[in-house]
């Protein structure tokens, strides 16, 4: 049995081989996890944002994320991502070389604890709280209860793994629920605390009026004392006045009338 001018076919040409699956490029997958958007795709530039799942994003890509309504996503509020402090690679170069190639393992930034490159090679993490980016080496090797850049108090679960496994974005998603709970007691925790403060100065105000209604201070009773005695004292002069015969005289007819001698015999030295 041969082909068309006696050729004999092989078995593969033949028969359909299951082909083995092919196999990611691990460089390109790192390059395209740690130095490129997870939204847009392209490069990432500062600011640099990070969601509690550990992706990266730039800024500008995560607003045009907010403004699309229609794509649905975890991240809804500017809350949902934080920005990532970085430490700037002193001695990165952003250079090809002239064999075009490229070290995938440089990166321009580093941890600032132990100096080791976020290329993707070494695991990262970030404190929610505040954004500081060290190397879990770093957080494994010198354990500490405040950040080691910025010193802030670290909740453990407030770590998050940037870039991480399965096992991690499972860990993280459980920690981003217990998390949005516990904001959401101390922010209602919070305004009680308002409501009471905001309604006890209140009260204190109003009692404060009434006091200063009720109480005046030593001088203005003094004023007030010499006041009311200035007025009893006119008060007390016009009465006297008023109850004077002279003053009587000029307003009123004198009640008693002497009798007067006849005109004849009228003496205006005994009359």
Not at 70 to 77: E, Y
Not at 84 to 97: G, V
Not at 161 to 190: A, S
Request: charged share 35%; aromatic share 6%; with cysteine.
């Amino acid at each position: 049995m041969g082909g068309d001018g006696g050729s004999i076919p092989r078995r593969d040409e033949v028969v359909k081989v299951k082909q083995a699956p092919e196999k990611k490029n691990k460089d390109q997958d790192m390059v395209g996890k740690w130095q490129h958007c997870a939204l847009s795709g392209q490069a990432l530039t500062k600011p640099i944002m990070s969601c509690a799942l550990g992706r990266l994003y730039t800024k500008e890509a995560v607003i045009n994320l907010l403004l699309d309504k229609s794509t649905k996503s975890h991240i809804k509020r500017l809350s949902d991502v934080v920005e990532l402090k970085l430490t700037d690679n002193a001695a990165y170069k952003n250079e090809i070389h002239a064999d075009l190639y490229i070290d995938h393992y440089s990166s321009p930034y580093v941890c600032p604890v132990i100096g080791l490159e976020m290329s993707g090679k070494y695991r990262f993490a970030f404190n929610w709280t505040c954004g500081c980016v060290v190397s879990e080496r770093a957080l494994i090797e010198i354990p500490s209860e405040t950040c080691h850049k910025c010193g802030i108090e670290i909740n453990k679960e407030d770590i998050i793994i940037i870039n991480g496994n399965g096992e991690d974005i499972k860990k993280m998603t459980d920690q981003m629920k217990k998390r949005k709970e516990r904001l959401k007691k101390e922010k209602k925790k919070k305004t009680d605390n308002s409501e009471t403060n905001s309604n006890n100065e209140e009260k204190s105000l109003n009692n404060n009026e009434k006091l200063s209604k009720n109480k005046r201070p030593a001088g203005d009773n003094d004023k007030q004392n010499k006041k009311n005695k200035i007025n009893s004292d006119k008060t007390e002069s016009k009465n006297k006045f008023e109850d004077s015969n002279s003053y009587k005289k000029l307003f009123h007819k004198n009640s008693e009338k002497k009798d007067k001698a006849h005109w004849v015999t009228y003496n205006p030295y005994y009359n």
